[in-house]
T-cell receptor
Framework: GEDVEQSLFLSVREGDSSVINCTYTDSSSTYLYWYKQEPGAGLQLLTYIFSNMDMKQDQRLTVLLNKKDKHLSLRIADTQTGDSAIYFCAEGFNKFYFGSGTKLNVKP | ETGVTQSPTHLIKTRGQQVTLRCSSQSGHNTVSWYQQALGQGPQFIFQYYREEENGRGNFPPRFSGLQFPNYSSELNVNALELDDSALYLC?????????????FGPGTRLTVL
């Protein structure tokens, strides 16, 4: 579970959808998580998905899980400038393994 | 409900010194985990404490040690500081046995080693 990979940067225009992708390695992970980190701040849990689910929707957020390919994605609908931050996917249970984070830049 | 707090916010030390970072867990939580986040990287798991006992450790040398107190607050101690120890140190508290084991993160302590 130590190789969680994400693309480093994503730039979108305000109002567009953002899709942040992640690949993970531990097929036994029960839950997979998305965290948001704003400059100078700690991590804020955005959403999580149980490993036996394919999709979870939570207001503007949609998480898709492809367990066969060990691929997780986070879609943010109607992206706002306030969504600009670094987004981390994480797997694990007691100890979490994080990706390096995707920096989302939202242009007005 | 009080969130996770950490102190100090920032700290500057020199190589070879020792440092103690502190964390107060969210009310009702009995588990605390510590992470190191180097600049531009994701957090890396250092160790976890549950009911005052170490409950798992990541790939960090023994000079990284910790304590959890009966009130579930916690300390991270780092001896013989090295330049590469410069990072944001995050603690996260959780309640063992919850369904998704959600971890609540504090704002972190920024450690600079000169």
């Amino acid at each position: 579970g130590e190789d969680v990979e994400q693309s480093l940067f994503l730039s979108v225009r305000e109002g567009d959808s953002s899709v942040i992708n992640c690949t993970y390695t531990d097929s036994s992970s029960t839950y997979l998580y998305w965290y948001k980190q704003e400059p100078g701040a700690g991590l804020q849990l955005l959403t999580y998905i149980f490993s036996n689910m394919d999709m979870k929707q939570d207001q503007r957020l949609t998480v898709l899980l492809n367990k066969k390919d060990k691929h997780l994605s986070l879609r943010i609908a109607d992206t706002q400038t306030g969504d600009s931050a670094i987004y981390f996917c994480a797997e694990g249970f007691n100890k979490f393994y994080f990706g390096s984070g995707t920096k989302l830049n939202v242009k007005p | 409900e009080t969130g996770v707090t950490q102190s100090p916010t920032h700290l500057i030390k020199t190589r070879g010194q020792q440092v103690t970072l502190r964390c107060s867990s969210q009310s009702g939580h009995n588990t605390v985990s510590w992470y190191q986040q180097a600049l531009g990287q994701g957090p890396q798991f250092i160790f976890q404490y549950y009911r005052e006992e170490e409950n798992g450790r990541g790939n960090f040398p023994p000079r990284f040690s910790g304590l959890q107190f009966p009130n579930y607050s916690s300390e991270l101690n780092v001896n013989a500081l090295e330049l590469d120890d410069s990072a944001l140190y995050l603690c996260a508290s959780s309640l063992e046995g919850t369904r998704n084991n959600e971890q609540f993160f504090g704002p972190g302590t920024r450690l600079t080693v000169l």
